[in-house]
């Protein structure tokens, strides 16, 4: 019975340690919004060894300047963000970004709110690669006013911001459907079952079955050949998708893969480390146990 | 710190002389070199010494992130993520800092229900119990300021709950709300002193801890048996049997700790909070950081406000009495065979109790059917919350002062050294 | 001091009773010291002078449609502007009071004649979240935090919350014009 207790309580012991961490990543899932998913080629830069594929990241950049950023703003990214190591046009050329000569080009076609010395006017001035992506709207209300009272989000850390992140954002952006009969939606407003939300209220069929996903103001911004990629890669709906939320998979945690680099040596270096302090414990302890 | 003879010698002059003057090096020595330690311990007793690794790890990189970290209402956020991109390294002592919360709580979490199971809160280790109680709560209070510090939505929509629950408090909890957040709602003014306090309490807790670890050395350790050191053949001294065991577990303990750091480091907490924070909109599924779910799970279960909140602070006030609520005369439930099935059991509920507080109250647990009105019919959230809730406080109130005088417990070995060698028998035979 | 006041308690004349008020005396200046050092030490969490100097807030009613709500910031927390349907207003006023967790009748939440404009200060009276329009079983707001639900007149019908959402003291300055606080 001892033994039993003992074993009971030990698989109890190394239970509670798993599902603490179980509990830990909730499924506390929001809403009744569909689960997102990744494109059928996945997402290079998920799981434990994954990395950005840096023409994945330039063509993304491509659609969030030419198609996100008529709307949403990105003020958390700096211009020389984009030619910094592990960003989409670092060029081993140019270590320090502010002299890579493809930011600069970038950053100059952004115009940005300053003060005239002389004068003491307030001005606007082309970027610098040091500034900030500028904001799109002056404040939220002309944000609001610009969108049919709607706020785009800022997208600098949407992934982050999102149950699912990359794949949240590639399954909302390819996600638009007809809503099913019997739902209302609003004019000025879109059904995505991706999208968080509650639409009971809305539904008039079956109140057991009321569809997942909720509506949202943003119509549907992609369609097929909407960029024109520099690579040649076709652009699909499903290609500009998967390539923004790569981009802004990067531009929300752009040092995640120096974090897992650093990660693989540290727990390579813990586990030799543990091994050695076996070692030492078996030889310590030796006829004392 | 302890009431074995000393056996420091010093042998160098500057020794001898600091030992005259100060002998620093004596109670280090006597404390953490020769200090008898149970031979018995196993690895459940590690989790102390990696609990100091965890205060030591929040305190170094919490003094970093103050160095760049700006507590205002219209910058903090931003700052934390000017820590994650821009500052050198300001990612890896950021998701450190976060991480390491959730560590240091799974870490105290162990070692209470080890203390629990062994009996490790009986006499005379009362103090010595009543000290860990005051940290825990001083953890749950630092963790509770520093979650807000970022300012996002969670950040902002938990402070607002829970300063609201000292509202809750009839009469003088609208006063004692407004001053505690300093306006009428939560903002700058409460920012800046959480801010403030969260940085002092990490030190408060280091002092209780050298209380917590000098209250130890006085009663000496607990140990799985159950049954006070009799003999030298009962002890090995702490370095190097106790110091290379500790060594191995706070090693094993990291390397978890970097899995999450390094490759989910937002596993731990919510998307929601990366959305700066936002006075008019409540976030959907708004809930507290995990570690805290169970006493928020019991909070939900109680339909009255203020009850709610009594039963919640009551929680946590129940552990600090256990000492005089366990009437068994047997420490370790090792020997009582049927307290350690109500133990079982009420790991259990504190599982349960925190998958409860995650979840929405009148969502359904399994349903058996609808009703002609089309609610379903089965066992919600709220009513498993509550059963739960009832078993946490009677396994405390009821349960342990009647088992403890019903139970009949099984022999207790005489010391120490003959439990090993039962033990050993058992594990021949 | 004079030589003989070393000798503790000896000194020859003195009165026992004098010298216990002495020591009780000091005592309490010192207590009272501790309590006038800690009054503004405590105080000064309290809200400072800028905090309370809370503004007033006017508000456009042709900005909100029917149907729908808008939500101001007011003195740091959101204020809901509601204009109700008819069936919500009758919905509201058909709930018999002794059914309310908090009775009172939904005449007494709006101005008269102005039914169709229920402006409630939008936070929870459980614990300050921000309930959210058009859900819950009442039709009025559901809670996200922990479940409480409000009718069409925002008063409490189901859940933790003790008390109705609050109504803010305002007046209307023109037919759409409201001024709060």
């Known amino acids: 019975m001892s033994a039993f207790m003992t074993k009971t309580l030990k698989a109890l012991g190394l239970a509670a340690v798993a599902a603490t961490l179980a509990v830990s990543a909730p499924a506390m899932a929001s809403g009744g919004a569909a689960h997102p998913h990744a494109p059928k080629e996945g997402f290079s830069f998920e799981g434990p060894f994954g990395t950005f594929d840096q023409g994945q990241l330039q063509r993304g950049y491509k659609v969030f300047r030419e198609v996100c950023s008529n709307c949403h703003s990105a003020t958390l990214l700096s211009f020389r963000n984009l030619g910094q190591k592990g960003g989409p046009f670092y060029d081993e050329k140019y270590k320090n970004p502010n002299d890579n000569p493809y930011v600069k080009q970038i950053a100059s076609e952004f115009e940005v709110p300053d003060i005239d010395t002389d004068t003491g006017d307030a001005i606007t001035r082309p970027a610098s690669t040091s500034d900030h992506f500028p904001k799109k709207f002056a404040n939220e209300y002309a944000a609001r006013a610009s969108n049919g009272g709607a706020l785009p989000p800022d997208l600098s850390v949407i992934t982050k911001a999102r149950h699912g992140g990359a794949r949240y954002i590639y399954s909302l952006l390819t996600g638009f459907k007809n809503p099913p009969k019997g739902l209302h939606v609003a004019e000025g407003q879109h059904y995505n079952p991706y999208m968080a939300g509650a639409l009971a209220t809305q539904w008039s069929g079956d109140p057991h079955h009321v569809p997942v996903g909720g509506v949202l103001a943003m119509a549907p911004p992609l369609k097929d050949d909407l960029v024109t990629y520099d690579d040649g890669t076709k652009a699909t709906t499903h290609q500009m998708a998967a390539d923004v939320a790569a981009f802004l998979e990067w531009a929300g945690d752009p040092h995640a893969t120096l974090r897992k680099k650093t990660g693989v040596a540290v727990l390579i270096y813990l586990l030799l480390f543990a091994g050695l302090t076996y070692a030492a414990y078996r030889k310590v302890w030796h006829g004392k146990h | ?429 | 001091m004079s030589e003989p006041e070393k000798d503790h308690g000896t000194v020859v004349g003195e009165d026992p009773n004098r010298r216990d008020f002495i020591y009780i005396a000091a005592g309490a200046a010192a207590v009272g010291a501790v309590g006038v050092i800690a009054a503004p030490l405590v105080s000064q969490m309290n809200p400072a002078a800028d905090t309370l100097a809370m503004a007033s807030a006017e508000f456009d009613l042709g900005k909100v449609s029917e149907g729908m709500q808008v939500v101001i910031k007011w003195r740091g927390k959101p204020l809901f502007v509601r204009y109700r349907t008819p069936k919500e207003i009758k919905e509201a006023e058909d709930v018999k009071l002794s059914e309310l967790k908090d009775p009172q009748a939904d005449a007494d939440r709006v101005k008269k004649g102005k039914e169709q404009y229920l402006i409630l200060v939008g936070s929870c009276t459980h614990l300050g979240c921000v309930p959210t329009f058009g859900a819950g079983d009442f039709g009025g707001w559901f809670c996200p935090c922990h479940g409480s639900h409000y009718d069409t007149s925002g008063r409490i019908r189901k859940g933790p919350a003790p008390l109705n959402l609050a109504v803010p003291e305002y007046e209307y300055l023109s037919d759409t014009k409201v001024k709060i606080g």
């Open chain 2, 1 to 429: 710190m302890s009431d074995h003879p000393s056996t420091y010698e010093p042998k160098t002059g500057v020794e001898k002389w600091l030992d005259q003057r100060l002998p620093i090096v004596r109670l280090a020595y006597d404390s953490f070199v020769d200090y008898p330690t149970p031979r018995n311990l196993n690895y459940w007793w590690t989790f102390g010494g990696i609990l100091s690794v965890c205060l030591m790890i929040q305190i170094i990189t919490g003094i970093i992130l103050v160095m760049h970290y700006v507590p205002h209402v219209d910058m903090a956020f931003n700052s934390v993520e000017r820590i994650m991109r821009d500052v050198n390294y300001g990612w890896l002592i950021r998701y450190v800092h976060a991480n390491g919360a959730s560590m240091f709580f799974f870490a105290v979490f162990v070692h209470m229900f080890r203390g629990l199971y062994y009996g490790s809160y009986k006499a005379p280790r009362e103090v010595l119990w009543i000290l860990g109680c005051i940290i825990f709560f001083l953890m749950i209070a630092t963790a509770f300021m520093g979650y807000v510090l970022p300012w996002g939505q969670m950040s902002f929509h938990g402070a607002v709950v829970i300063t609201n629950l000292i509202g809750a408090i009839p009469v003088i909890g609208g006063p004692i709300l407004t001053w505690l957040q300093g306006g009428f709602a939560v903002d700058q003014p409460t920012l800046n002193r959480f801010f403030s306090l969260h940085y002092l309490l990490p030190f408060v807790i280091a002092g209780v801890v050298i209380l917590h670890i000098w209250a130890l050395h006085v009663t000496g350790q607990n140990n799985p048996a159950g049954v006070e050191i009799k003999s030298k053949e009962d002890t090995v001294p702490f370095t190097p049997y106790a110091t290379v065991k500790d060594g191995l577990g706070i090693i094993l303990f990291l390397m978890l700790f970097s899995v999450f750091v390094f490759f989910m480091p937002n596993a731990l907490g919510h998307a929601d909070n990366y959305i700066p924070a936002n006075p008019l909109v409540t976030p959907a599924h708004i809930v507290p950081e995990w570690y805290m779910l169970p006493f928020y799970a019991i909070l939900r279960a109680v339909p009255d406000k203020f009850l709610g909140v009594v039963a919640m602070f009551g929680a946590i006030a129940v552990i600090f009495v256990l000492p005089w609520l366990d009437t068994s005369k047997v420490r370790s439930m090792r020997y009582r065979p049927v307290m350690r099935w109500f133990f079982v059991i009420f790991v259990v509920v504190c599982l349960g109790l925190g998958w409860c507080g995650g979840q929405l109250p009148d969502d359904m647990v399994f349903s058996i059917g609808t009703s002609a009105s089309g609610t379903p019919i089965g066992l919600n959230y709220v009513w498993l919350t509550r059963g739960l809730t009832l078993y946490y406080f009677a396994f405390f109130l009821i349960i342990m002062p009647w088992i403890g005088l019903k139970e009949d417990p099984l022999p207790v070995p005489a010391s120490i050294s003959e439990a090993i060698l039962a033990d050993h028998a058992k594990k021949k035979g």
